[in-house]
C-alpha cells in the first residue's frame, strides 16, 4: 500500500522529489491530453516501465470528453491498458484525475470520478486537478463537492486548473472555514515564456507564503519550444495571442540551450523547477528519447544553478500584458 509522506523508491534516483500537499512527488510528470493515443501501444508500456525506473511515474490522466474537448479520446484508457501491461502495481504509480466545470454542476464530481476511474482502470485517484471554467463559479459547492469525494475515498489532495485568482482565494478560505481540505497546487500554464499568472502579483504571494504549491503545465508551448513552431495537433490555448511571438522566440531558446550545453527540453524544465514554487511540471513525452531527454533537467539545474538560468531566460517573458489574475 502506498504511504503517504512517504517518496515511492525508483530502480534510478535521476528525478528529484519535491513536497505537493500530503506527499513527496517526482519533480518531472506526465500529462495526457494527445499523449497515450500518439504512440504505438508497446511504446507506451515502454515509456511507463522507463518512467518508473527513472522515478517519475506521476501521470495526469484526465477523460477528456467534456465541453470543448469532447472529441471521443481514448488517451485515458489507453493509458490504462498500458500501466496494466507494464507490471506496475498500483502502489507504484501517482495518478492525478481531473474533474471538470464545463456542465458543472450538471455533470458532478461523483459521476466524473466514477467515469474516469473506469475508463482508467482504478478504484482512486491520489489527486485530482479541477478545471477550466468560464463566467462565475459557485466555489463554495466546489469546495464541497471536493469535500464528498475526499471523503468517499476517491483522492485526497486536490488542486486548480488556471483559476480566476479571486476563486482560488474564495476556495482556500471556505475550505479553512468549513475545516475542508483545501486546494494545495495550482496548475497553471508555466515556462519560458509565459510567467504572468505563476510570477505575478496574485498567485505568487500565495506560493511564497507555502498556502499552495505550483504544478507547471503547457511549459513547451505544445511543441514550440523544443523546435517544432508549426505543431500539427490541437495545443493548448493561445492566452493573450503571443504565439507567434513565441514562435519567434525558438531561436533564442536554442542558442541559450547551446550555451548551457543542454538541449532546450532540458532548459524549458529546469527553468520551471528554478522556480521554488514549483513542486513539478508536466511533460508530453510520446517518445523514450524524450524521456531520457526531459529526466536530464534536474542534473541541468543543479550544473549551472537557478540564478544563472533566469539571468540568461529573463527576456523571454512574453506574456507581461496578460492579466495575472486569471481574468483573461
Given at each position: 500500500?502506498?504511504?503517504?509522506?512517504?517518496?515511492?523508491?525508483?530502480?534510478?534516483?535521476t528525478?528529484?522529489?519535491?513536497?505537493?500537499?500530503?506527499?513527496?512527488?517526482?519533480?518531472?510528470?506526465?500529462?495526457?491530453?494527445?499523449?497515450?493515443?500518439?504512440?504505438?501501444?508497446?511504446?507506451?508500456v515502454?515509456?511507463?516501465?522507463?518512467?518508473?525506473?527513472?522515478?517519475?511515474?506521476?501521470?495526469?490522466?484526465?477523460?477528456?470528453?467534456?465541453g470543448?474537448?469532447a472529441?471521443?479520446?481514448?488517451?485515458?484508457?489507453?493509458?490504462?491498458?498500458?500501466v496494466?501491461?507494464?507490471?506496475?502495481?498500483?502502489?507504484?504509480?501517482?495518478?492525478?484525475?481531473?474533474?471538470?466545470?464545463?456542465?458543472?454542476?450538471?455533470?458532478?464530481?461523483?459521476?466524473?470520478?466514477?467515469?474516469?476511474?473506469?475508463?482508467?482502470?482504478?478504484?482512486?485517484?491520489?489527486?485530482?486537478?479541477?478545471?477550466?471554467?468560464?463566467?462565475?463559479?459557485?466555489?463554495?459547492?466546489?469546495?464541497?463537492?471536493?469535500?464528498?469525494?475526499?471523503a468517499?475515498?476517491?483522492?485526497?489532495?486536490?488542486?486548480?486548473?488556471?483559476?480566476?485568482?479571486?476563486?482560488?482565494?474564495?476556495?482556500?478560505?471556505?475550505?479553512?472555514?468549513?475545516?475542508?481540505?483545501?486546494?494545495?497546487?495550482?496548475?497553471?500554464?508555466?515556462?519560458?515564456?509565459?510567467?504572468?499568472?505563476?510570477?505575478?502579483?496574485?498567485?505568487?504571494?500565495?506560493?511564497?507564503?507555502?498556502?499552495?504549491?505550483?504544478?507547471?503545465?503547457?511549459?513547451?508551448?505544445?511543441g514550440i519550444?523544443?523546435?517544432?513552431s508549426?505543431?500539427?495537433?490541437?495545443?493548448?490555448?493561445?492566452?493573450?495571442?503571443?504565439?507567434?511571438?513565441?514562435?519567434?522566440?525558438?531561436?533564442?531558446?536554442?542558442?541559450?540551450?547551446?550555451?548551457?550545453?543542454?538541449?532546450?527540453?532540458?532548459?524549458?524544465?529546469?527553468?520551471?523547477?528554478?522556480?521554488?514554487?514549483?513542486?513539478?511540471?508536466?511533460?508530453?513525452?510520446?517518445?523514450?528519447?524524450?524521456?531520457?531527454?526531459?529526466?536530464?533537467?534536474?542534473?541541468?539545474?543543479?550544473?549551472?544553478?537557478?540564478?544563472?538560468?533566469?539571468?540568461?531566460?529573463?527576456?523571454?517573458?512574453?506574456?507581461?500584458?496578460?492579466?495575472?489574475?486569471g481574468?483573461?
Amino acid at each position: 500500500m502506498f504511504v503517504e509522506n512517504k517518496p515511492l523508491v525508483p530502480q534510478e534516483e535521476t528525478v528529484r522529489y519535491r513536497r505537493l500537499g500530503i506527499r513527496e512527488v517526482p519533480a518531472l510528470s506526465f500529462g495526457s491530453w494527445h499523449t497515450w493515443d500518439r504512440m504505438e501501444f508497446d511504446e507506451a508500456v515502454a515509456m511507463i516501465v522507463r518512467a518508473a525506473e527513472l522515478g517519475c511515474a506521476f501521470f495526469d490522466v484526465a477523460h477528456y470528453d467534456m465541453g470543448p474537448h469532447a472529441e471521443n479520446s481514448r488517451t485515458d484508457v489507453i493509458f490504462g491498458k498500458a500501466v496494466r501491461e507494464a507490471g506496475l502495481a498500483r502502489a507504484d504509480w501517482l495518478y492525478c484525475g481531473k474533474l471538470w466545470l464545463w456542465d458543472y454542476p450538471g455533470t458532478g464530481f461523483a459521476q466524473q470520478m466514477a467515469t474516469s476511474l473506469d475508463r482508467v482502470g482504478v478504484e482512486r485517484a491520489d489527486l485530482v486537478v479541477v478545471g477550466d471554467y468560464f463566467g462565475d463559479l459557485d466555489v463554495e459547492r466546489v469546495v464541497a463537492d471536493v469535500a464528498a469525494e475526499i471523503a468517499a475515498g476517491r483522492f485526497t489532495t486536490w488542486g486548480v486548473n488556471n483559476w480566476k485568482f479571486a476563486d482560488l482565494r474564495a476556495a482556500i478560505d471556505i475550505a479553512h472555514r468549513r475545516e475542508l481540505v483545501p486546494p494545495a497546487f495550482a496548475q497553471l500554464k508555466y515556462g519560458l515564456v509565459r510567467r504572468s499568472m505563476a510570477e505575478g502579483g496574485y498567485y505568487k504571494p500565495v506560493f511564497d507564503s507555502g498556502e499552495l504549491v505550483l504544478q507547471a503545465s503547457d511549459v513547451f508551448e505544445g511543441g514550440i519550444l523544443v523546435g517544432n513552431s508549426r505543431p500539427e495537433r490541437k495545443i493548448g490555448a493561445d492566452v493573450g495571442g503571443i504565439r507567434e511571438k513565441i514562435v519567434a522566440a525558438w531561436p533564442r531558446v536554442r542558442d541559450i540551450a547551446h550555451e548551457l550545453d543542454t538541449t532546450p527540453a532540458r532548459l524549458g524544465i529546469a527553468f520551471c523547477l528554478a522556480n521554488p514554487a514549483t513542486a513539478n511540471v508536466l511533460v508530453g513525452a510520446s517518445r523514450l528519447a524524450q524521456l531520457e531527454d526531459n529526466a536530464g533537467a534536474a542534473e541541468l539545474l543543479e550544473r549551472v544553478g537557478a540564478e544563472r538560468i533566469r539571468e540568461l531566460t529573463g527576456d523571454l517573458w512574453l506574456d507581461r500584458e496578460v492579466a495575472a489574475d486569471g481574468t483573461w
